[in-house]
Structure formats: structure tokens, C-alpha cells
């Protein structure tokens, strides 16, 4: 079973590195508690803040975190943009749709991301209110980062994007060849300028020491006519 949203919550919002955590992970059973408190119910986020031992606006501002980021990783996946947990029915799609419309309405947030948000809610709502029999199917469907990484470009597209031009097009082989060139020749460049720095310095040092002697010599010289 995965944590509690509001732990989660409070543990992302005092570490934000963590924040991967959420974008990956399945939704806890209490998602509404955290919806409920971002939306403004007083009395859950004054018992939630108690038993945590936190401020109330601490609690606030993480719950924020916490749903902008699972509902900004939904990608395509409706189930996720309400923030449902698994076997989800379609009384929370209901409740969901409620509290964080609530929290969204314009009214209340003038943001474009609210904006925006507020409508993928409506959205995702309507889907499933036409669509009912696909909600098991997209509460269960958790691998947001499977997704990601079949939609992540391959280096060798990121390099053509930044206009890196293989040295030969006969074939993908040479292509794919020339493509990993840039990367250690930076390397060997970054090399041989710290090589050729520290070879400076030392040659300087070295014309310093010597202008020393000659000139401590002459002064030694100097002293003894």
C-alpha cells in the first residue's frame, strides 16, 4: 500500500528532490483528504495539521505541491488528472471532480495553471461519465514512467534537434558514429585546455623563480662590493 497523501505531502514539501516520488507513484486511497485541504476545508486541515504536528499553511501550501504534481504527470491518463487511486468508482470521480474544481475555479485562482488544470479536471470528469467502463482500466494503469521513457527521443534525434550533423550519411552505422563524435571530443577539449592551463602556470612559475635568483643574486653581488 502506498503512503498516506498527506504524509507524502509534508515529506515532499520540506525535500522537494523528492518530488519524483509522486510524478511515479501510485495515488494512496486518501487522495480526497489532500483535495479537501487544498480546497480550502478548514476543519480536515486543522485535524490533519494536529496530528502531524505542522502549521496549517505549511499543510496548505504542500497539499498544493503535492496535487500540482500528480496532476501535471497525468499525461493523457484520466484517472490520474482526478487524482483516483486505484479501484476508483465512479462516486470518487464525482467527489474528485467536486473539491478540485473547487480549488481551481477561477474565481478562487486566477493562474493560468489553474486554468488550465480546471478544465483537464472537467475534462477527465466527462470522459469517465460517458465512459464509465474505462475507469478500472485507467485507475489501475500506473506506469507514467513507462510512458515517458517510450515517448523520450533517442540521443541520436536529440542530437539532429540541436543540428549535429553526421559526418557521412551512407549509412546509419556511420550516422549513428558520427552522432557520439561531439561528446568525447568535448571531453578531450576540456582535457587539454586544463593540461595546457597547468602547464602555463608551471612555466610561469618557473620564469618567476628564476628572475628571483638572478635578481637576489645581484643583490647579494652587489652588497659584497
Given at each position: 500500500?502506498?503512503?498516506?497523501?498527506?504524509?507524502?505531502?509534508?515529506?515532499?514539501?520540506?525535500?522537494?528532490?523528492?518530488?519524483?516520488?509522486?510524478?511515479?507513484?501510485?495515488?494512496?486511497?486518501?487522495?480526497?483528504?489532500?483535495?479537501?485541504?487544498?480546497?480550502?476545508?478548514?476543519k480536515i486541515l486543522e485535524e490533519e495539521a494536529l496530528d502531524l504536528g505542522v502549521e496549517q499553511e505549511s499543510l496548505r501550501e504542500a497539499?498544493?505541491?503535492?496535487?500540482?504534481?500528480?496532476?501535471?504527470?497525468?499525461?493523457?491518463?484520466?484517472?490520474?488528472?482526478?487524482?483516483?487511486?486505484?479501484n476508483a468508482t465512479l462516486a470518487d470521480v464525482k467527489s474528485h471532480k467536486r473539491w478540485l474544481l473547487k480549488w481551481l475555479h477561477p474565481?478562487?485562482?486566477?493562474?493560468?495553471?489553474?486554468?488550465?488544470?480546471?478544465?483537464?479536471?472537467?475534462?477527465?470528469?466527462?470522459?469517465?461519465?460517458?465512459?464509465?467502463?474505462?475507469?478500472?482500466?485507467?485507475?489501475?494503469?500506473?506506469?507514467?514512467?513507462?510512458?515517458?521513457?517510450?515517448?523520450?527521443?533517442?540521443?541520436?534525434?536529440?542530437?539532429?534537434?540541436?543540428?549535429?550533423?553526421?559526418?557521412?550519411?551512407?549509412?546509419?552505422?556511420?550516422?549513428?558514429?558520427?552522432?557520439?563524435?561531439?561528446?568525447?571530443?568535448?571531453?578531450?577539449?576540456?582535457?587539454?585546455?586544463?593540461?595546457?592551463?597547468?602547464?602555463?602556470?608551471?612555466?610561469?612559475?618557473?620564469?618567476?623563480?628564476?628572475?628571483?635568483?638572478?635578481?637576489?643574486?645581484?643583490?647579494?653581488?652587489?652588497?659584497?662590493?
Open positions: 500500500m502506498p503512503d498516506s497523501c498527506v504524509q507524502t505531502a509534508m515529506e515532499v514539501y520540506r525535500q522537494p528532490s523528492r518530488l519524483n516520488r509522486i510524478r511515479d507513484a501510485e495515488i494512496p486511497s486518501d487522495a480526497l483528504t489532500i483535495i479537501k485541504i487544498a480546497s480550502g476545508e478548514s497539499s498544493f505541491l503535492y496535487l500540482r504534481t500528480v496532476i501535471s504527470s497525468a499525461d493523457g491518463n484520466h484517472a490520474r488528472a482526478l487524482a483516483l487511486p486505484r474565481d478562487t485562482n486566477h493562474s493560468a495553471w489553474e486554468s488550465q488544470m480546471f478544465h483537464s479536471v472537467n475534462t477527465a470528469a466527462k470522459y469517465f461519465e460517458t465512459h464509465p467502463q474505462s475507469l478500472a482500466a485507467e485507475a489501475m494503469n500506473f506506469s507514467v514512467h513507462e510512458n515517458r521513457r517510450s515517448k523520450t527521443p533517442s540521443r541520436r534525434n536529440t542530437l539532429q534537434r540541436l543540428q549535429v550533423r553526421p559526418a557521412s550519411s551512407k549509412s546509419v552505422q556511420s550516422a549513428d558514429h558520427a552522432a557520439r563524435l561531439p561528446f568525447p571530443q568535448s571531453r578531450r577539449n576540456r582535457a587539454w585546455r586544463r593540461f595546457r592551463q597547468l602547464i602555463g602556470n608551471r612555466l610561469a612559475w618557473l620564469a618567476f623563480s628564476v628572475v628571483s635568483f638572478f635578481v637576489t643574486a645581484i643583490y647579494i653581488l652587489a652588497l659584497g662590493v
